[in-house]
């Protein structure tokens, strides 16, 4: 008794706290030069304040979907090292195959096949040189039609002409190209360059490209230059002469001068590169598998274990989480969700927490089960909402309110996450009515209260949102409601709520049919939070894409499906 | 008859119903989305909502789809209104139920008044520019002015609700409209028109023609309204002024639309006469002169982050007027009106206000804080019951 309920649980627990702080580690440099210090250093970008680091990070995701890049000779980079080759020896990072193609027709342009590719669909710079013109051409054409009229090549003409774009300039953005730094190269940096590298003189000053602060020097006829430029060009010297005692000093000394003028930044940037290197999101997804697999292995055998397992790492995984979200909040200094990505997060946080409520209330591994999955699949779309860039954006001047953002937003999501959770208790109450026996009478009828209550949450938390963002349209565009699309979405899920509710009050649907209901909410919920994008029209249509649009249907179908096992007779009750 | 009219109530205050209905709603809304990728945000109103029966166009023919949101509104609320009455009662244990449907009865009437009295203006503005009168999205007037006397005009405005009632079968007489001196006749109003050379196709040879004025040399042909997010429309009318007292002067037919550029004149009994076909205008006792637009971008980024209009609001009795910043999340509220920031070209100097009218504004935020209140009164008993019998 005692093992099954303490002892397994808890070694458990611990296995996980440890695999977690192994990830928490300091970066340990791979090679001689202090590549960890570059990754620190901080600039501005976006409108924000961020370290090399996540420029590096959120350049690759965008480029090729993941941070993972090999050189030449199969090495396994760290972002800021495939950073530093790209801006200060591109000769050398232009064969690293960075680039992902998967459209059959740009592969085509490219005179690419899929198997000359890093994993069938990654190709280096160099692969792409003799294309560059051609591409270009459709990327120009492409971008004349009007963005509805685009078909898939050409949103993946113009992503790809975007990035290799964005790549070409990242050669311009800190230090000059090599060669003798001529005034034209001052001017092209100052033109291409994308980053604001060079600190202002005055704290809340004006950041710099560092081509802007080498002609300023040169106008002014400064001989000393601007010593945070001339450290970027000598670390672009000893980065290309590989000759790491000396880049090692630079960077001692930039990082004593920044720390002197720059202490708050200096500091945000550290716990970035740490928060990025720890990626708290991707240990917790996998954690909330774990999470599943106790908790649906528990029904069949040992129960105690497994289930006191499950709620142990279900908790950890929320306190992950939480630390995650609470970091990003204390980085971006926004409230918890401002964008896709981080709604996401918001819903995963939600639905756990109300996970956690209902299996430390009916102690029946129900909760851990949903808690899993929700946790899991919302961390998943998350992860691939991440791929359009940065995640801490800045906010649109009609967006940029924290008052708002803090309710309207966070309780808007919240909706999302209690419509989800009752979603996913329909699906593990049909499947288990349909292809299992465990459906007692008990566990149904517990299985409908769960469901009744985390429809009233989603009901309040969706209508009371809903409300907000009214307050907040007639505050700021004179219309308490516009019939924008995602105000439509959210509508229809307080719609979908009061159906819900009143069908069972008035007796006209039973468990089956509550739950058959529930699930179609995950539909409901799913084209209110995706579906809507997907139109390009109303003042809340922000990013998605078209691979977004299949996997959206996807998701429709199945839960139809689900809905469709609902009306079969009970394996055996 | 007893039994006939239980069986009415019994229908009308069902739940079924109410469950019917609110599909039908979401369906509605649902349907009206979509919709919005053809038609844009204020075509989906008309068709959908702010109407009984719901008319698509298939293949050019008008079909009766869907019920309107009117219909299905309508049903709702006396649905509800009924159950309110027949079946509601007022106990503790039923008080959250009470109040939120309490509050979706003043919800749905709120929504029903300003359907019916909101309106929308825009004031596009120059910096420098002083304006006294704000103009509609989509609302057209015919604006005749007597421009004689020095330092004002003597404006006639006629709306395009009336100048619509003309088909090129039967003209619109305007009979004497007050002040003016001339007969003013609508021969063909277009909501949406292009401008074509006459004589460029015979399909077009039955269209009324201008006789006089720049209207000559152009041709209004008639097209399709859109109310798509990125296009309008650009209206056009025929009006003819004639003299029923003089036939010595022959009737004229001038061609107004907002494409020609520039007004058409013409003098009549010694006095300069303007005619235009203008968005319509709402004019107010107070006036806003436009001082200085700011657009700021995050440093380092295309990400704007504010737009605001500096502007001074001379009331009647505060002649030196007081300076107000206009502002995302900050509008400007004075004599009914509330002006909001729209739209902006900085780098010409120019801003664009939202004007609202919208004298329901307050019904909403009471209604949903009535709902909100009893939505949050009804969960909290019921899971104060949940936990009582949850504990062992």
Known sequence: MKLSKVIVPLAALIAAILWLAASLRPEKNATTFDV?????????????????????????????????????????????????????????????????????????????????????????????????????????????????????????????????????????????????????????????????????????????????????????????????????????????????????????????????????????????????????????????????????????????????????????????????????????????????????????????????????????????????????????????????????????????????????????????????????????????????????????????????????????????????????????????????????????????????????????????????????????????????????????????????????????????????????????? | MRAIWQSFLDFFTSLKLTVWLLVLSMVLVFLATIDQRELGVFGIQQKWFYTFIVVHFIKGFPMPVFLGGYTIGALLFVNLTAAFICRFKLTWKKSGIWLTHAGLILLLIGGFLSGLMQEDYQMRIREGETKNYSESFHLYELAILDTTPAGHDNVTAIPDSILSRARASAPLDLGDVAGLPFRVTVRAYYQNAVLVRPGSDPRFASLPTATAGIGQRALAVPVAPTWRQNESNWPAVYVEISDPKNSARPPETWLLSSQLGEPQTFDYDGRRWRMELRPARRYTDFSLTLLKVTHDLYAGSNIPKNYASLVLLRAPGDPDGREVRIHMNAPLRHGGLAFYQYQMRAEAGESVLQVVSNPGWLIPYIACTLMTLGLLLQFTISLCNFARRTKP
């Open chain 1, 36 to 573: 960890a210090g570059f990754a620190r250093l901080h600039v501005k970008a976006d409108g924000r304040s961020k370290p090399l680091d996540t420029v590096a990070r959120a350049t690759l995701l965008r480029f090729q979907g993941r941070q993972a890049v090999r050189n030449a000779d199969g090495r396994k980079l760290e972002p800021a090292e495939w950073l530093l080759d790209a801006t200060f020896r591109p000769e050398a990072a232009a064969r690293y195959r960075v680039f992902e193609i998967t459209h059959p027709e740009l592969l085509a342009l490219a005179h690419l096949r899929a198997a000359d590719g890093d994993g069938g669909k990654r190709f280096s710079f160099a692969q792409l040189q003799n294309s560059i013109d051609a591409i270009h051409e459709k990327a120009r054409q492409a971008d004349a039609r009007p963005s509805a009229g685009r078909d898939g090549f050409d949103r993946a003409v113009l992503a790809l002409y975007g990035n290799l774009a964005a790549y070409r300039n990242l050669e311009y953005s800190l230090a000059p190209p090599a060669g003798a730094p001529a005034h034209d190269t001052f001017h092209m940096m100052a033109q291409f360059g994308t980053l604001l590298a060079i600190p202002s003189d005055a704290p809340g000053g004006e950041w710099r490209k560092p081509g802007e602060a080498f002609l300023a020097d040169a106008a002014a006829q400064n001989k000393t230059g601007n010593p945070a430029a001339l450290a970027y060009a000598g670390l672009a010297y000893t980065w290309r002469a590989q000759d790491a005692a000396s880049f090692n000093e630079i960077i001692r000394l930039f990082h004593a001068d920044l720390a002197k003028r720059f202490p708050a930044e200096m500091r945000k940037a550290s716990i970035e590169t740490a928060f990025n290197r720890a990626d708290l999101f991707y240990h917790s997804s996998i954690l909330f598998v774990i999470v599943f697999l106790c908790a649906a292995v528990s029904w069949l055998r040992w129960p105690d274990a497994l289930r006191w397992t499950a709620l142990h790492l279900m908790t950890l995984a929320w306190l992950v989480t939480t630390a995650g979200i609470l970091t990003r909040m204390c980085l971006g200094g926004y409230p918890p969700v401002t964008n896709l990505y981080s709604s996401a997060l918001g819903v995963a946080w939600f639905a756990v927490t109300l996970c956690l409520v209902l299996e430390i209330l009916f102690r029946n591994a129900i909760g851990s089960m949903a808690g899993g999955i929700i946790g899991f699949c919302a961390l998943l779309i998350a992860h691939y909402l991440s791929l359009s860039g940065d995640t801490l954006e800045m906010m649109q001047a009609v967006l940029d309110n924290n008052f708002w953002l803090a309710t309207h937003v966070v309780t808007i999501t919240f909706g999302y996450g209690a419509m989800f959770l009752a979603g996913i208790l329909g699906v593990i109450y049909i499947v288990l009515h349909a292809f299992t026996g465990a459906l007692t009478r008990e566990t149904s009828a517990t299985i409908t209260r769960m469901v009744y209550g985390i429809v009233c949450f989603a009901m309040l938390f969706s209508f009371a949102g809903t409300v907000l963002g009214g307050i907040w349209a007639d505050q700021s565009w004179g219309r308490f409601w516009g019939w924008d699309p995602k105000e439509n979405g959210a509508l229809i899920i307080v719609i979908w709520c009061a159906v819900l509710l009143h069908a069972r009050w008035g007796g006209l649907v039973r468990e089956r049919g509550i739950m058959a209901m529930a699930v179609f909410g995950n539909v409901v919920t799913a084209w209110s939070w995706f579906g809507t994008n997907l139109l390009e029209v109303g003042l809340h249509s922000y990013g998605f894409t078209s691979s977004g649009a299949i996997a959206l249907a996807a998701f429709v179908a199945s839960q139809l499906i689900v809905i469709g096992l609902a009306l079969l007779p009970p394996k055996n009750v």
